[in-house]
Nanobody, 125 residues
Framework: QVQLVESGGGLVQAGGSLRLSCAAS????????MGWFRQAPGKEREFVAA????????YYADSVKGRFTISRDNAKNTIYLQLNSLKPEDTAVYYC??????????????????WGQGTQVTVSS
C-alpha cells in the first residue's frame, strides 16, 4: 500500500510562487506515473499535471502549461509541483495521486489508485 502526503501549500499573492511536495511511503513509487489534481470550491476535481515513472515524460493541463512544472526525485520517493505566476483561479486543494501505470500518462481520476489528503493553495488578488 502506498501513502502519499502533500505539503507546501499556503497563501500567496497573485504572481507569486509555491512549491508543493508529495512524499510517498509504504513502497517505492519509482515505477508509477504520478499526477497532481486540484479541486476548487464548488467545482469538480481536475487534472493538473503528470509525470511518468522515469521522469522522461510530462503532461500538463492547458490552464497551467508554462506556469507549473512537475518533477520527481525517485531516490527520495518524492514528487514536486512548482507553481509560478499564480492566479486567483489557481486557488484549490491540490492532491497528489499515483497511477500504477509506469509509462502511460493518463488524466482520468479513476486510473489513479493512490491519493493524498491534499494541501490548500490560496492565491489572493
Amino acid at each position: 500500500q502506498v501513502q502519499l502526503v502533500e505539503s507546501g501549500g499556503g497563501l500567496v499573492q497573485a504572481g507569486g510562487s509555491l512549491r508543493l511536495s508529495c512524499a510517498a511511503s509504504g513502497r517505492t513509487v519509482g515505477s508509477y506515473t504520478m499526477g497532481w489534481f486540484r479541486q476548487a470550491p464548488g467545482k469538480e476535481r481536475e487534472f493538473v499535471a503528470a509525470i511518468t515513472g522515469t521522469g522522461m515524460s510530462t503532461y500538463y493541463a492547458d490552464s497551467v502549461k508554462g506556469r507549473f512544472t512537475i518533477s520527481r526525485d525517485n531516490a527520495k520517493n518524492t514528487i514536486y509541483l512548482q507553481l509560478n505566476s499564480l492566479k486567483p483561479e489557481d486557488t484549490a486543494v491540490y492532491y497528489c495521486a499515483g497511477d500504477r501505470a509506469k509509462s502511460l500518462i493518463r488524466t482520468a481520476q479513476f486510473t489513479y489508485s493512490y491519493w493524498g489528503q491534499g494541501t490548500q493553495v490560496t492565491v489572493s488578488s
